[in-house]
């Protein structure tokens, strides 16, 4: 007989988050480093693609190791929780990083961005850098903390409409069990 490990949704989102936020963490530190070693940006922007398969495969061993138990919104809740938890290390990064590591950060995507929309040109460009600009004067960038802020709301709302179309599939597959009553009335027949 095989044992199953029936925890709630809640701890098992926050246990499985640790481990999704650490990853999300070193997500954000290679796109920030991205600037001065593509190769790094090239790794980012994989593991990002990979986002949706870590994510399936967590909930998938959630679900079975609950012995297939867990219903649709505890499925769902457990993808949420995930990336509530997720979200919540990776902004402790961000402002860690934005705080003490690298401070100018900000101005200098800022900088970057002034300098790309000016050669891009055109109307449009010359706008957004204008705009930009006006940003750098007024002193006007965000706080890391309000990065923080919509990093977790953009984490669990992404999350949250990621795991509302993986749990359906999640759920699809698994093991059909016959009921002895079924086949009774099936041989009686």
């Not at 061993?61 to 990336?83: A, D, M």
């Not at 970057?112 to 204008?130: L, V």
């Amino acid at each position: 007989m095989e044992k199953f490990k029936h925890k709630s949704v809640f701890r098992r989102g926050a246990e499985d988050g640790l481990g999704f936020g650490i990853y999300l963490s070193a997500l954000f530190i290679f796109s920030a480093i991205a600037t001065n070693m593509p190769l790094l940006g090239l790794i980012a922007t994989i593991m990002a693609l990979v986002v949706p398969v870590y994510t399936y495969l967590t909930l998938r061993k959630g679900f079975v190791q609950n012995g297939y138990f867990y219903t649709f919104s505890e499925v769902w809740t457990h993808g949420i929780v995930l990336f509530l938890c997720g979200s919540m290390i990776m902004a402790a990064t961000i402002v860690v990083y934005m705080t003490w590591i690298n401070p100018n950060f900000l101005y200098e995507q800022c900088q970057s961005a002034i300098a790309t929309y000016r050669h891009i040109g055109g109307a449009m460009g010359n706008e957004m850098a204008s705009t930009l600009e006006l940003m750098l004067k007024g002193n006007m960038l965000p706080s890391p903390l309000s990065i923080a802020g919509n990093t977790i709301s953009f984490g669990v709302f992404s999350g949250s409409i990621l795991s509302l179309i993986l749990t359906p599939i999640i759920r699809h597959f698994r093991p059909r069990v016959k009921d002895d009553d079924d086949n009774n009335q099936i041989n009686q027949i």
